[in-house]
């Protein structure tokens, strides 16, 4: 048996890729002494490798480079579905997109180098408006650049989660489409409004 279901495995590549630009906030899983290491970074896709660059002094900086195996999970939207949605009767569930990857990370020395990933990580974040565009001779890059680590994942396996109520009528899934974007707009102002 393999699990997930079938139905909620995604094998389409581009979708997953698509997963990883939309929700570029990976959580970064390594293992030290039998401990996971775990941290939240942005991402960005570039020709089957992510790049990425964190402060010299996370204790993940170490465990990112050598060849060493990590693995990362990108978020997409998720939700309670309620039996109440659909047209047929079901019970509660939760719905969400999620990409894992396993891959070998490699530390990136050059600071130019590292300093492009940058550029190019803020060129694809500030898409479309590019409001803001950082420079390559930015001053405060430059004293910044000392106490980064860049790295570069290659990317081994590929593992897309889709639970989207594939299993239900088509009328349903479409109720649970809709629901999955009410939810997540929704949702979203009423938690910052009680945190923020």
């Known amino acids: ?9 995604n094998h389409n590549r581009q979708q997953l890729i698509d997963v990883m630009k939309s929700y570029p906030l990976a959580t970064v899983i390594s293992v030290n002494n039998h401990e996971p290491v775990i941290t939240h970074l942005p991402l960005i896709y570039e020709a089957g490798n992510l790049i990425g660059h964190l402060d010299k002094n996370n ?3 170490n465990l990112l480079k050598n060849d060493l195996p990590v693995t990362l999970i990108f978020s997409g939207p998720q939700c309670y579905i309620s039996p109440s949605i659909y047209t047929t009767t079901q019970l509660p569930t939760w719905n969400y997109i999620k990409v894992h990857i396993t891959g070998h990370a490699k530390e990136i ?3 130019e180098t590292i300093k492009q990933s940058m550029v190019a990580m803020t060129e694809f974040l500030e898409a479309p408006m590019h409001k803001y565009v950082l420079d390559m001779n930015n001053d405060k890059m430059e004293q910044f650049i000392p106490y980064v680590v ?3 994942i290659e990317i081994l396996s590929w593992e897309g989660k889709f639970k989207l109520s594939q299993d239900k009528k088509p009328q349903d899934m479409k109720h649970a489409k809709a629901e999955l974007i009410r939810a997540n707009q929704e949702n979203i102002k009423a938690f910052l409004d009680r945190i923020v």
């Open 59 to 61: 204790p993940h900086a």
């Open 1 to 9: 048996m393999s699990y997930p279901p079938k139905h909620h495995q």
């Open 150 to 152: 860049g790295f570069e």
């Open 109 to 111: 020395t050059n600071p």
